[in-house]
């Protein structure tokens, strides 16, 4: 039985699913651009009530391939059997490697603590000195690192 | 799922070519809100929204575009955009504008796309 294309399922999926907002957030600082302010990925909704549901997102590591792809070439996601539902938890770390660098998630080996998945209530809501957001650095990581 | 496959869809009268419907329909969109903690209202295509910074965003898609040769509209409230920041098959970089110039934070951003699909 073909699976057909990623965006056909996309759209079928927002004709019947419900949109879920995830209690989720991902706070994380580029390593190459370490003066800039943190930045938040926010899990969109319908493709959280997708992740949840199962059979309609490709696995990750088609993504990944296809960073190496130059465009205008065949890509592997929008083709590949879709995977099973996933948790929220094992969705935002699909998110993360889907949407974050790797140079944030994968690659970084310095000390300080560049990423963190936090409950949606500790991203500040005043946006008051939005371009100055750095993650908090615990003093116990300091010291583990 | 079942598939229509038809080159052509009419009314009796008009006749229009179904490549000019599907290449002609938006292959990604979000109505989101820039203001607090930022949150997609709604959407289509789209994996998650990044939160780079004051009047800063990043729209990220689920379904990837074949190249960079999209088209994107974008409009928000009370406020003027463009595209900035990184741009790929993959994710868009808006910024949004007061009337000064300034970056700001609108509490509605509108952000389309139509393009060809990888």
């Given at each position: ?35 800039e ?28 391939r296809d ?21 929220e ?9 889907k ?47 | ?9 009419t ?15 938006a ?16 959407s ?10 004051t ?12 190249t ?44 389309t ?6």
């Open positions: 039985m073909t699976h057909g294309h990623l965006w056909d399922r996309l759209a079928e999926a927002k004709s019947r699913l419900d949109p879920v907002q995830s209690k989720y957030r991902v706070v994380f600082e580029d390593p190459a651009t370490p003066d302010a943190a930045k938040v990925l926010v899990p969109d909704p319908n493709w959280m009530a997708c992740a949840l549901e199962g059979n309609i997102l490709p696995p990750i590591d088609t993504y990944q960073r190496d792809v130059p465009d205008g070439q065949p890509k592997e996601h929008p083709y590949a059997k879709p995977i099973g539902a996933m948790t938890e094992e969705a935002i770390e699909y998110l993360i490697m949407d974050i660098c790797p140079s944030v998630w994968r690659d970084y080996k310095g000390n300080r603590t560049i990423m963190k998945i936090v409950p949606v209530e500790l991203v500040p809501s005043d946006r008051s000195f939005r371009n100055a957001w750095k993650i908090k650095q615990e003093a116990d990581e300091r010291i583990a690192a | 799922m079942s598939t229509l496959n038809v080159s052509n869809i009314d009796g009268t008009t006749t229009v070519g179904t490549s000019y419907v599907v290449n002609g329909s292959k990604a969109w979000v109505n989101f809100n820039g203001t607090g903690t930022i949150a997609a209202r709604d289509l295509n789209l994996s998650s929204l990044g939160d780079n910074g009047g800063q965003y990043q729209v990220n898609y689920t379904s990837s575009f074949s960079v040769g999209y088209s994107v509209e974008g409009v928000a409230s009370a406020a003027l955009t463009d595209v900035g920041g990184t741009v790929s098959v993959s994710a868009t970089g808006r910024r949004s504008y007061n009337d000064a110039g300034t970056l700001t934070d609108p509490t509605y951003y509108y952000h796309v139509h393009g060809d699909l990888a």
